[in-house]
C-alpha cells in the first residue's frame, strides 16, 4: 500500500506469550514511532506470534543502530527475532530463468516502473535467448549452461553471482531446472519459485497436461520459497482461473502464463514488504 | 439460460467426421425446428464430436417419438448417440445425505423456487438427523443407516429406493460414506459427487486439514460423476475462494460450504440442461 | 475466524496521532489480556485511527465493568470511542424482507446451523408470503403491510418491533420498500441493506434489465449500511460475477440472487464481528 | 483456443428466422469444410441471429473468392452478413497511447511473443515518452502532439496514420484525449478503449478518486467499442478485483493497471478471433 511510503516496516516473531504486542507497541511509541499500519497473528495452533507494524519516527534524531540495539534488548526476553526496513529500501534481487520470458517480462516491467521496490542485480539463465531482454532493461545477463556433468559447476557459478551480487532474494521465474538439494538448502528462505500448477494438485514434468488429461475445470499457479524438497516448499500466494474443455494442453499453458506472472509478482511484493512470516514450514502472509 | 424456457434440447455425440454438424443442423430444419441456441465442439484429441441444439418446433403437429425416430435413421451412419429433452422437463433425482445439511439446504431451496429444474423423488440419509427439514419440503426421507456388516444390504436397500423412485440422477450431497465399487459402477455416469477439495489435490480423509497443514491459500471444491474411484471421476465444474493463514481448519471447513453448495448447484444444472457430456473419462460442458 | 471462539474483542476510533496504540495494547497487557488478532489502520487521508483487538484474559477475576471503566480512562485524553463484545454474543437483529426469499433463506440457514453469531429476534415483511419459513425456524413474523397512505404507521410499527425486540441491527434482505428519510435516519449505522447493483452502478428500478441494455459483462451485488439516501451509504462489502449476452434480464436476477446473498452474509459476519467502522462516510473493514 | 491453428473463421449474422443455421452449416458440409468449432445463438429479445464457425476445407482446391460468392448468394436470402478469416492472419493494427505505458507495454509483449495475433503497424501517442519502448520493436512512433486549438490537425494526422498504415483495428491504450465525435464516428465499431472503471459506475475524470471517495470493495476495467459517446460504446470484456479501505487512489490506480492490461488484451484476442458481434449498441461474445 502506499501508505508504505516514508515509513520503516518491523517484521517480528516470537513463541505465544502474554506482552508479545506489548513488548513492541510500547518499545515504538517510548521512540515517538508513528504506527501507520499494525498487523499481529497468534497462531494457538503453532504457539507462535507474528507482528508486523510499519511506522514513521515522530523525531528528528532517529537512528537506526540504537533502535535496533534497544529493541533487540528488550526482545531477548521473548525469543523474538526481528527484521528492519528503511523506508524506501529497494531489494536486491538475482533472477533466474531459462527460455521462458513472460514471468522475466512481467518482473521487468514492474521493476522499471517502480511497481515493485526491487533492485534487480543480475539475470542467471541456463540459456541465451533472454539477453536482449536484459540488456535492453541495462542489467547483466550471466549466461550458465548446464548438463547433467557441469551441474555442480554451473550452481557453483550460480550461487558466486548471487553473492557476489548482494541479492536478498534469488526469484526462479520459470528456471526449468531442478536445483540441487544443496543449492535448494543454501537458498532455502531467501528464494520463490513460480510452481505451474496449484500444488499440492500437478508435480513433476508437464502439470498443464496432466491438468488436461484430468479435464480440471480451474488451473492455477503456486509461489512459494524453495526448501529442501523444490516444488514442496511454504506457499506465499496462488492464483486461479477457469477453463473448459475447449483448452487443449497448449492453451491451459498460455493461460497458465498470465497467472504465473501475477501470482509471481505478488509474491515477491509480499516478501519485499515484509509480510511473509516462515514458521514450521508454513507461511503466514499479514497481506494488509 | 432463460431462452431454454419453451425449448426442447437435444444433445448428441459421435466420432469426428466431416458432416457431423449437418446431419444435426439439416433435420432441424426440415421439422421446422427453430434452433435458438447453437453450440458444438470436435475435439480433435480424441477424435470425437459434441453438439447440443435448444430449440422450438414451428408447426402444430410435433411428434417426439417421429422425431427420435428419424434422426435416429440418420444418425446411425455417423456412430451418433443423442439425448432429447421435452421443454421443462423436470430432472427426477434422489439426494443422498448423512449430517451435513449445507448443500442439501441449498438443494431443497433451489428447487422449492424453481431455480433447479429437478424433482426430488426421495432424501436417503445413513443419519436420522436431517429429516425434519426434507419433511418441511414434504419429501420422503429414507433412514438407511450403515455398518461394515450390513454395507451390502443398505446399498442393496438404496439401489433400490432410487430404483423405485425413477430417479435419474442420484446426488451425493456430502453422503460420508465410501461407495462400494459394485454401487459405483451402478451408479456411473448418473451419479454426481461434491468433493471437498480440488481435485486431484488433496485426496482421502479430511481435506480441509490437509490444506491447513500444507498453508495452501485458495480452497476448492469439485463437482464430479463417480466412476470405480470414488473421489476420481471426470469432473464437471471447480469452484475456489482465496484463504490465508488465519483460517484454522475449522475456518476452511466452514467457507469450503459456501464453495461446495454452489458448485454442486452448478454441476446439477449442467447436467440437467444436458450440458455435459462424457467422454473417454473426461467431460465436455458446452455451458453456453 | 475460529480464533475468535472463546474471545473478547474491543473495537476503537480516534483521531490519528502518537501512542493511539499503545494506549490500548499497554491497557491489554496491564490487564493480563491475551490478543490473539490485532489489526490496526491509520488514515493518513483522514486523519482517523482505527484499531481491533480480539484478546482473552488470563486472570480468573477479569470484570466487564471495571475493564470499561479503567479504558475509558484512558481512552478520553485520545478522544477515542471503543465498543466491547463479550466471547460468544450473538447478535440481536431484525430482518425485513418483502417477497424474495433467497437472502432471508440463507441467513436462517446460516442463523440455525451456527455460522452466523446472530439471535433473529423477528422478522419483518410487508407481505405475508414469507410466514412459512419464519414458522419453520419458530420466528415471529410481523405481517406488516404498506400503502402510500399508511406508510407513516406502517414505519412506526415496524420501528415498534424493532425497539421492543432488543434488535441492535436490522437487515434489509430485499425489503423492497423505499424507507422515509425519517427511517433512514432513525437506522443509520445500524442496518444494512442489499442492492442488486454493484454501486455506484445502476440505481433506482430494476438494475438487472439496465445491465442487460447496456451489456455488462459483469453483474454484482452492495452490501452497505443506510443513511439519509437509501442506496447510497457507505458500502461493507461487493460480490461480482461474469456473465455474458445470453443471460437475459432474468438471468441476471438468477445469478444475482446468489451473490446478493453471500455478499449480505458477508456483510452482516463483519458488522457482527466488530469489523465495520464508519467514518466520514466510509467504510473501514478489518476483515482479518 | 488453439483448435484454431489452420482454421478458418466464419462469423455471421442476421434477423432471427428459421433456417438461419442451416444455410450455414449445409453449405459448409457441402464445400466439404470441416467444422472445429460451432457456436450460434439467438437473441430472442433482439430478434437477431449470430453464429462463428472455425472449419477446415478437407479439399485441396479450396478458394477463397469462389467460396465468399457462393456463400453470398445463399446468405442473402437471409439479409445476413458475413466475414472470413483465412487461418493464420494477423489483424494489422494500431495502438495509441499517451504516457502510461503498462497496456502497450502487455500488448508488445503479447504481440512479440505471439500470444495475440495482430500486427502492429504503428504506434501514436500525443507524447514523446513510450519511443524507446517502440524503438525496441521496431515499431514506427507517431509523436502527434495536441493542443485545443491543433486538435484537428492533430486528428487528421491520426486519421492519416491508422489509414495509411491499412489498420483494421485501432487500440486505445490508455489514450487520454477525448476523440472528437467525428473521429468516433469513424473509428466507431474498429476502436477499442480501455476504460479504468467498471463501466457505468465512474465516469469522467480519475475514476479511481471517485472509488475511493465512494469507498467501494471492488475495482474493475471495461474494454469497449467507442462511439459517438466515447466511454459509453459497446462493452466487450470487463475485469474486476477486491479492494479494501488501505488501498489509497494511487493504490487503486496501481491495481487498476494489472486489470486494464488483461481486460484490454481479452477484448482485443476477441475481436481479433472475430468473436465479438455489435448490434444494436450491444455485444454478442461468442467466446468459446
Keep these: 500500500m502506499s501508505a508504505l511510503r516514508g515509513a ?15 513488548v513492541v507497541t510500547r518499545f515504538l511509541k517510548e521512540q515517538s514511532c508513528y504506527i501507520t499500519e499494525l498487523h499481529s497473528f497468534d497462531d494457538y495452533r503453532g504457539g507462535q506470534f507474528f507482528i508486523r507494524a510499519a511506522f514513521r519516527p515522530e523525531v528528528a534524531d532517529f537512528e537506526e543502530s540504537t533502535f535496533r540495539e534497544q529493541l533487540a534488548a ?28 513472460h514471468c522475466l517480462n512481467d518482473l521487468l ?20 535467448d533472454l539477453e536482449p531482454l536484459a540488456s535492453w532493461h541495462g542489467l547483466p545477463y550471466h ?50 519459485n513460480i510452481h505451474h ?17 484430468k479435464g480440471v475445470k480451474l488451473v492455477g499457479a503456486t509461489a512459494h520459497y524453495i526448501n529442501d524438497d523444490l516444488d514442496e516448499g511454504p506457499i506465499i500466494a496462488q492464483g486461479v482461473e ?10 491451459l499453458v ?20 515484509k509480510r511473509v512470516f ?4 508454513r507461511t503466514v502472509v499479514l497481506a494488509g
Design 8 to 22: 520503516w516496516v518491523l517484521a517480528a516473531q516470537c513463541p505465544s506469550r502474554l506482552g508479545t504486542v506489548d
Design 254 to 273: 498460455a493461460k497458465g502464463r498470465d497467472i504465473e506472472c501475477l501470482t509471481l509478482a505478488r509474491a515477491v511484493r509480499y516478501h519485499q514488504e
Design 143 to 192: 549466461h550458465l549452461p548446464i548438463t547433467s556433468e557441469t551441474k555442480p559447476q554451473q550452481e557453483a557459478a550460480v550461487k558466486r553471482v548471487v553473492d557476489e551480487s548482494g541479492a536478498e532474494l534469488v526469484i526462479l521465474a520459470r528456471y526449468m531446472q531442478v536445483l540441487s538439494a544443496a543449492l535448494c538448502h543454501e537458498f532455502a528462505g531467501r528464494a520463490i
Design 197 to 213: 500448477s496449484l500444488l499440492p494438485g500437478f508435480k513433476g514434468a508437464r502439470p498443464y497436461h496432466q491438468a488436461y488429461e
Design 242 to 251: 477457469a477453463v473448459d474443455h475447449a483448452h487443449y494442453p497448449e492453451d
Design 74 to 101: 528488550r526482545a531477548v526476553e521473548f525469543g523474538m527475532t526481528f527484521e528492519l526496513m528503511a523506508p524506501e529500501t529497494r531489494l536486491p534481487v538475482v533472477i533466474m530463468v531459462s527460455k521462458a520470458d
Design 109 to 128: 516491467y514492474r521493476y522499471r516502473t517502480g511497481q515493485l521496490a526491487i533492485d534487480v542485480r543480475a539475470i542467471i539463465s541456463n540459456h541465451p
Design 278 to 281: 516462515l514458521h514450521a514450514g
